[in-house]
């Protein structure tokens, strides 16, 4: 028998499961944005690498706020088409964004020159693929909890029909790599920014 069905219930203990995944998500990226801001690099030229320091991180965050918003889009279609199918209305994810509170850039000593190497390094090989593996750890945990969601039959809740089939089978996927990718491009230029600096010091310190 074909059943075509939804619960609210259903939905809407998925939909609260998903909003602590993207929150904790959010919070992996300010923990990671405080840490970068403590490495050691004071003098003159700190003053360029905090102010590139708090664009990149301040970008970082909206491309990873901006893809958030898009998967919760995407699936408060694909949950509203098979409620209203039903007769049963709008049901949807609500999600806001929280403020991005960044930390203020450390103060820069113009008289003194220094630069933490081991930290720069720490945040490289440690610090961020730490943070960076937690972000893909919560997503992927986001599709199997989609996948838990139970098929409904006549005796028992779920969600079942062309809507949950789609939203497991292609948007939950698809929305899943996009915001997988996000998360990887902004480590990596993280990454990529505070190698940069090290090796730029180094040269400098070795000529």
Known sequence: MNIIGTSHQVISEYNADAKVIFDTLNEELVALIQQSFQVTYEGPD???FNAELLTLVSRAASEINNEVARFVSALNQV???ISRSLGAGESSI???PPAMDLPAPPAVAADDYKIDIAR???MV???IPQHKEAMVMLLHKNVERFNQIPQATVQT???SGESRNYAQ???VPSQTENLLSVVHHVTNEMI???ETTKSNVSLADAA
Do not use: L
């Open 79 to 81: 949950t509203t088409n």
């Open 192 to 194: 990529a920014f505070m």
């Open 169 to 171: 089978n292609s948007v």
């Open 120 to 122: 720069f390094e720490q």
């Open 157 to 159: 809740r779920g969600w």
């Open 125 to 127: 090989a440690q610090v």
């Open 94 to 96: 609500v999600y806001s």
């Open 46 to 48: 700190a003053e360029k």
